[in-house]
């Protein structure tokens, strides 16, 4: 994955993580608090937003840092809050628990990609 691709997928995300966050506080509001999923779908778009910015760090340190790490780094994340958060969005609005079985897998990944970005870094300066 190109820097140029890292940055605008993190950007996209972040525009897209706000727009979920709103979209959930107001037109979701009522039947998440129904199904009892509104803290559920509040960690999904948490996650989402600071592995977003995670996924920023990581374009921006490819700058300076050229590091097969990093785009493991970027790999991950995205991955990891495409499951985790994703997992997490579809148990909400479909009530498909099974889901939540997949959802450490996207935990997973994202740690995965916070240890990356550790190695890179520590390599590199």
């Known amino acids: 994955?190109?820097?140029?691709?890292?940055?605008?997928i993190a950007s996209a995300f972040g525009a897209l993580t706000v727009m979920i966050g709103a979209f959930g506080a107001h037109a979701l509001g009522?039947?998440?608090?129904?199904?009892?999923?509104?803290?559920?779908?509040?960690?999904?778009?948490?996650y989402q937003m600071y592995h977003t910015l995670a996924l920023l760090?990581?374009?921006?340190?490819?700058?300076?840092?050229?590091?097969?790490?990093?785009q493991v780094a970027a790999w991950c994340f995205l991955l990891g809050i495409l499951i985790f958060s994703g997992?997490?969005?579809?148990?909400?609005l479909?009530?498909?628990t099974w889901l939540g079985a997949i959802t450490p897998i996207g935990g997973t990944l994202l740690i995965i990609g916070w240890?990356?970005?550790?190695?890179?870094?520590?390599?590199?300066?």
């Open 1 to 8: 994955m190109t820097q140029k691709i890292i940055l605008l």
């Open 30 to 46: 009522p039947m998440l608090q129904a199904s009892g999923r509104t803290d559920t779908f509040e960690t999904a778009v948490k």
């Open 57 to 70: 760090v990581v374009g921006l340190l490819l700058f300076r840092v050229e590091s097969p790490a990093l």
């Open 87 to 92: 997992s997490l969005y579809t148990l909400c």
């Open 94 to 96: 479909t009530g498909i």
């Open 115 to 125: 240890g990356a970005m550790f190695y890179a870094v520590a390599k590199a300066f």
